[in-house]
């Protein structure tokens, strides 16, 4: 069973630029997730969305938006692109999305804004 | 709220020795704690779950956890270190979002505990 697929794994980009970043879930997976990582603030929940809606949302501009289509498949975009989004961005899947289902994650985006 | 603590952000241990990562964690119901290891440039690989059937939890690679609900801790062994055990280590709870819909879950990461593992 393949795991956890994101694209593109590494991309740099102009500050004011805008990204789109996409996941692959695991097949069957309902639920998929977002999370930013960086060395000074960790690992940060961004949003999560299953069967297309998004049901939770972490504590970010709303230069970072998401969706979700009725293959689960998602995708995140972050618009005018400033210094501080340089981070990796993981993705994960889980099977219906509920507390205690086993969270997948995936290799990751790297962003770099210059 | 849900919060995670990992006690050491770098721990340092022989090859062949003993590991011990620790962590606790605060909750006001019970929540499922998973331990992941981040290798360099890599995503997260999850090393074991509790969701508590047992207090023991057997994981990946020789690791295991023990769920304290007493001491509420989740802390990570593993009997003797390998080299490629070195990697970034990461406890997370997982619990029931309550902002948003039925079914709705959020995680809570630990900050991490870098593990150099010396030849």
């Known amino acids: 069973k393949a795991g956890v697929t994101q694209t593109p794994r590494y991309l740099i980009k102009t500050r004011g630029q805008q990204v789109t970043l996409s996941c692959s879930p695991i097949?069957?997976?309902?639920?998929v997730s977002w999370y930013q990582q960086t060395p000074g603030q960790g690992l940060q929940f961004l949003f999560e969305?299953?069967?297309?809606?998004?049901?939770n949302k972490g504590n970010f501009p709303g230069r970072f938006s998401g969706r979700q289509f009725s293959n689960s498949r998602s995708e995140m975009n972050v618009s005018t692109l400033e210094l501080g989004d340089s981070a990796l961005y993981l993705c994960?899947?889980?099977?219906?999305?509920?507390?205690?289902?086993?969270?997948?994650f995936g290799e990751g985006s790297w962003l770099t804004v210059v | 709220a849900q919060s995670v603590t990992q006690l050491d952000s770098h721990v340092s241990v022989s090859e062949g020795t003993p590991v011990l990562l620790r962590c606790n964690y605060s909750?006001?119901?019970?929540?499922?704690l998973f331990w992941y290891v981040q290798h360099p440039n890599k995503g997260l690989q999850l090393l074991l779950k509790?969701?508590?059937?047992?207090?023991l939890v057997k994981g990946i690679n020789g690791f295991e956890a023990e769920f304290k609900k007493s001491e509420t801790s989740f802390h990570l062994t593993k009997p003797s270190a390998h080299r490629s055990d070195a990697a970034e280590y990461f406890c997370?709870?997982?619990?029931?979002?309550?902002?948003?819909?039925?079914?709705?879950?959020?995680?809570?990461f630990g900050k991490g505990t870098k593990l150099s593992v010396i030849p």
């Open positions: 097949s069957g997976h309902r639920s």
């Open positions: 969305y299953f069967s297309e809606t998004q049901r």
């Open positions: 909750s006001s119901y019970s929540p499922s």
């Open positions: 509790y969701t508590s059937a047992a207090t």
């Open positions: 994960a899947s889980s099977l219906e999305g509920e507390a205690g289902n086993t969270i997948y």
């Open positions: 997370v709870g997982s619990h029931h979002s309550p902002y948003s819909g039925a079914g709705s879950y959020q995680l809570t």
